[in-house]
């Protein structure tokens, strides 16, 4: 239990009963680690015992700190989640049972890595009821597959969908990312018709980020490598925008497209600040107005000496968060509704500054507003990033 949270388990508990949770849980295992990533992630096997260990005991301490919460979506990510043997994912889940009320549970989300998984563990999941897989793809390319550090190929890609299905998952997920060093626009397409083809429901769209230090970032600033040009990115996120609603996939935020009733459930969350709980190492929080992110040091983590960073959200940062969050979806943000929450906090000249900020983009054509609906058009998707700095 994080020490500076103890005081506050009594409004907490208020919070995370208000309404059903979402819970997601972090297993930072990779077989290897992609030239491109910066999550926390380790390839020492040697610590799962332990890690289990702690995750089964953080689950069990929080349901009941919490009053054994009802939960309506849960998601298992990493890391690869697909390395733990059924056994171990058996006993994640009847943890996460026995000290939350999963009773309402919607959605039930594993993540994979394609090189990671066979038919008889994928059965195996779905027997558990984990109902949902997101399947990390990337590229159809073996090339670019390749110079990401993937260990799985296009083939593995395609086999791990079509054993998804066999295995009884209907909510298949896969992503793709753009902005790979070599990348054409016709094989970004090429990969989504494929994939659609192959059963994928629903489809998150990546922009490759080099933000921080990695492998692959080390080649791009040597000159090694060379990464497209905004243009040349912009072109292929507004082709896909025309060609992923043809193959039956309609847009439901900035990268994320899905058959109709087959959007993420507990990604929605976030985007709507609802109420989740995070367990593991480097996993995020919010409940009520706290919001916390625990040790992303696995030793430290492990050994429950970590520091966690621990934030309590004023007024003001909590409104904000709703366009910053909200403006991501394409149903846009209710503006008169956040007009009315501002006056009960006294923040209405905060929105004013905003709409004079915003302005620009509307005339734009970046932004449009229908009725009480603040929303971003397709061209304003592409800039998003700037777009939501008024917020920020």
Same mark, same amino acid.
């Given at each position: 239990?994080?020490?500076?949270?103890?005081?506050?388990?009594?409004?907490?508990?208020?919070?995370?009963?208000?309404?059903?949770?979402?819970?997601?849980?972090?297993?930072?295992?990779?077989?290897?680690?992609?030239?491109?990533?910066?999550?926390?992630?380790?390839?020492?096997?040697?610590?799962?015992?332990?890690?289990?260990?702690?995750?089964?005991?953080?689950?069990?301490?929080?349901?009941?700190?919490?009053?054994?919460?009802?939960?309506?979506?849960?998601?298992?990510?990493?890391?690869?989640?697909?390395?733990?043997?059924?056994?171990?994912?058996?006993?994640?889940?009847?943890?996460?049972?026995?000290?939350?009320?999963?009773?309402?549970?919607?959605?039930?989300?594993?993540?994979?890595?394609?090189?990671?998984?066979?038919?008889?563990?994928?059965?195996?999941?779905?027997?558990?009821?984990?109902?949902?897989?997101?399947?990390?793809?990337?590229?159809?390319?073996?090339?670019?597959?390749?110079?990401?550090?993937?260990?799985?190929?296009?083939?593995?890609?395609?086999?791990?969908?079509?054993?998804?299905?066999?295995?009884?998952?209907?909510?298949?997920?896969?992503?793709?990312?753009?902005?790979?060093?070599?990348?054409?626009?016709?094989?970004?397409?090429?990969?989504?018709?494929?994939?659609?083809?192959?059963?994928?429901?629903?489809?998150?769209?990546?922009?490759?980020?080099?933000?921080?230090?990695?492998?692959?970032?080390?080649?791009?600033?040597?000159?090694?490598?060379?990464?497209?040009?905004?243009?040349?990115?912009?072109?292929?996120?507004?082709?896909?925008?025309?060609? =992923?609603?043809?193959?039956?996939?309609?847009?439901?935020?900035?990268?994320?497209?899905?058959?109709?009733?087959?959007?993420?459930?507990?990604?929605?969350?976030?985007?709507?600040?609802?109420?989740?709980?995070?367990?593991?190492?480097?996993?995020?929080?919010?409940?009520?107005?706290?919001?916390?992110?625990?040790?992303?040091?696995?030793?430290?983590?492990?050994?429950?000496?970590?520091?966690?960073?621990?934030?309590?959200?004023?007024?003001?940062?909590?409104?904000?968060?709703?366009?910053?969050?909200?403006?991501?979806?394409?149903?846009?943000?209710?503006?008169?509704?956040?007009?009315?929450?501002?006056?009960?906090?006294?923040?209405?000249?905060?929105?004013?500054?905003?709409?004079?900020?915003?302005?620009?983009?509307?005339?734009?054509?970046?932004?449009?507003?229908?009725?009480?609906? =603040?929303?971003?058009?397709?061209?304003?998707?592409?800039?998003?990033?700037?777009?939501?700095?008024?917020?920020?």
């Amino acid at each position: 239990m994080i020490p500076d949270l103890v005081p506050r388990l009594e409004g907490l508990g208020d919070a995370a009963r208000a309404e059903p949770l979402g819970l997601y849980l972090h297993w930072p295992f990779c077989r290897d680690r992609c030239t491109y990533c910066s999550f926390v992630t380790t390839r020492d096997a040697a610590r799962g015992p332990a890690v289990l260990a702690r995750l089964l005991a953080h689950l069990q301490a929080w349901g009941a700190a919490l009053g054994r919460p009802a939960v309506d979506t849960l998601y298992l990510g990493g890391g690869t989640p697909s390395l733990l043997e059924a056994g171990e994912l058996a006993r994640i889940t009847a943890a996460a049972a026995g000290a939350f009320d999963l009773g309402p549970l919607q959605e039930a989300t594993l993540e994979a890595n394609p090189g990671t998984v066979d038919l008889a563990w994928l059965e195996r999941a779905r027997a558990l009821g984990w109902d949902r897989l997101s399947l990390g793809v990337k590229t159809l390319d073996d090339a670019l597959l390749a110079r990401l550090g993937r260990i799985h190929d296009g083939r593995a890609a395609l086999e791990a969908l079509g054993w998804a299905r066999r295995a009884g998952f209907r909510r298949i997920s896969a992503d793709l990312m753009v902005g790979i060093p070599g990348q054409a626009l016709d094989r970004v397409l090429g990969d989504a018709r494929t994939l659609v083809a192959a059963g994928a429901e629903h489809l998150s769209i990546y922009l490759l980020d080099l933000d921080k230090a990695c492998p692959l970032r080390a080649q791009v600033d040597a000159g090694k490598l060379a990464l497209p040009g905004d243009d040349e990115v912009a072109d292929v996120f507004e082709a896909l925008q025309a060609e =992923l609603p043809r193959l039956g996939l309609e847009p439901y935020e900035i990268s994320s497209y899905a058959v109709p009733g087959q959007e993420s459930r507990h990604n929605g969350r976030y985007w709507e600040r609802r109420p989740y709980l995070g367990l593991g190492p480097s996993a995020a929080s919010q409940l009520g107005d706290w919001r916390w992110t625990e040790s992303g040091v696995l030793p430290a983590w492990i050994e429950e000496r970590g520091r966690a960073e621990v934030q309590e959200l004023d007024p003001a940062q909590a409104l904000a968060e709703i366009p910053l969050l909200g403006l991501r979806r394409h149903r846009g943000v209710d503006w008169d509704d956040l007009r009315a929450r501002a006056g009960r906090h006294n923040l209405v000249p905060l929105v004013d500054a905003w709409e004079v900020q915003l302005q620009p983009f509307l005339a734009h054509g970046l932004m449009v507003r229908d009725g009480p609906v =603040l929303r971003l058009t397709g061209r304003g998707m592409l800039v998003s990033n700037g777009i939501l700095q008024v917020f920020v």
